[in-house]
């Protein structure tokens, strides 16, 4: 992965960190969770991806004028540069799909929450 400073590919996820999540770029408070990849199995990783994307899609599910979900981010700032370059945590937003959890994994989850809660996905996470 390439690191926004050095912009060589020597950027790499912390083991632990927090992951946060936006939909059409809109996130709820409590759209993030934290994780652990040594002590977390990507069961347990998928079910915290699961959980908030339940609770925003029933939040959501709430409102009259629901446009599709076009966009959707997981990301984090959690990742080092091996060069040492200074990750600006406040502007990094990187994206764990590919990372963490595979696109068809993300897809999938999102497709099966949309549809219990009566919600378009028209995510493209080709990006
Ligand atoms: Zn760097």
Not at 31 to 54: F, G, H, I, M, P
Not at 61 to 82: G, H, L, Q, R, W
Not at 86 to 101: Q, R
Request: with cysteine; aromatic share 12%; charged share 25%.
């Amino acid at each position: 992965m390439y690191c926004p400073v050095c912009f060589q590919n020597t950027m790499k996820i912390r083991s632990n960190g927090v992951v946060k999540l936006a939909f059409n770029g809109k996130s709820r408070n409590n759209s993030l969770y934290t994780y652990n990849l040594q002590k977390e199995t990507q069961e347990q990783l998928l079910a915290k991806l699961r959980d908030k994307v339940v609770d925003f899609f029933s939040f959501y599910s709430e409102f009259n004028n629901k446009t599709p979900i076009k966009n959707f981010e997981v990301y984090s700032a959690d990742f080092m540069c091996s060069n040492g370059c200074k990750i600006d945590v406040m502007s990094t937003k990187v994206s764990v799909v590919g990372v963490i959890y595979t696109k068809a994994e993300v897809k999938a989850l999102l497709l099966a929450e949309g549809k219990k809660f009566g919600i378009d996905i028209e995510v493209n996470l080709e990006s």
